[in-house]
Nanobody
Framework: QVQLQESGPGLLKPSQTLSVFCTVS??????????WTWIRQCPGKGLEWIGH???????NYSPSLKSRTFISRDTSKNQFTLQLSSVTPEDTAVYYC???????????WGQGTQVTVSS
């Protein structure tokens, strides 16, 4: 069974860059027809799609976050990474990684990692 595990900084100050890592066990991030995806849930709000990286390394980002977002991968570690620059307290959220199939089914999720932005 595919397992995803996020790891993040926990606490950041405004203007810093958030980096959250997702390590995938059992299954390669280069397997065709999957989108390796970042989602977040801000306090009191619904799930928000941030972006994804495909099996070939192509990326796509939410228009509202695109100017601050960069998703990359390290295939040697079977890991993909979210970087969000110039964070503000509004970026406080639980950040999740997930695997999404070509049918857009979110079939595997990480447990989420809390990131708090505060001065």
């Amino acid at each position: 069974q595919v397992q995803l595990q996020e790891s993040g900084p926990g606490l950041l100050k405004p203007s810093q860059t958030l980096s959250v890592f997702c390590t995938v066990s059992v299954g390669s991030i280069t397997t065709k027809n999957y989108y390796w995806t970042w989602i977040r849930q801000c306090p009191g709000k619904g799930l928000e799609w941030i972006g994804h990286i495909t099996d070939s390394g192509s990326t796509n980002y939410s228009p509202s976050l695109k100017s601050r977002t960069f998703i990359s991968r390290d295939t040697s570690k079977n890991q993909f990474t979210l970087q969000l620059s110039s964070v503000t307290p509004e970026d406080t959220a639980v950040y999740y990684c997930a695997r999404v199939g070509s049918d857009y089914e979110y079939d595997y999720w990480g447990q989420g990692t809390q990131v708090t932005v505060s001065s």
